[in-house]
């Protein structure tokens, strides 16, 4: 395919967009656990990405659209940033990153807006293994990374409520690895 001068100003828009995620800090670890210099949102996608990638082999998921998925989960945020649940709603929260994905990809090729925009939904949708699976690691990813703070020295008492979050919600989706390998990051922390 041969691009014209407008599509490839508009491809170097999208890729600007993605790398500014390498800007957005998670907020959820400067305000809960006083994290001073926490993962970027980019950080954060990239180690999910790997997990997922790793994980859905093992488990014979479809690992290309998985990846797609991860790698589009918080492309939003580059844009709204990384608001926390308790500072907005779930239904605000779902507004505004719709209305920053969809402009966000327009600035795609038009073959590939439809495809990502379906992949978008569907991860907001939940209703789908993959999108089930990808949500399960992103909260798989967020454990892991709050045994990291632990390890560099952050309280395990503040860091706490990520490692609960983790487990409520990868406790009850039926991915028998991936618990599997959250109850390692939480019980056998001594042995990483």
Known sequence: MNLNSSQKLDLVSFFRVVCNLKKIKRSGWIHKSNVLSPESVAD???SMCMMSMVLSE???LDTEHIMKMANLHDLAESFVGDNMPDKISYEEKVLLEDKAMRKIISKLPSFLR???LDIWN???DNSTVSAKFVHNMDKLEMALQAKEYEFDGYSKQSLQIFLKSATDYISNDGFDVVFEILQTISYDSKKI
């Open 44 to 46: 954060h996608s990239y």
């Open 58 to 60: 093992i488990i014979d």
């Open 114 to 116: 439809g495809k990502y």
């Open 122 to 124: 569907e991860y907001i």
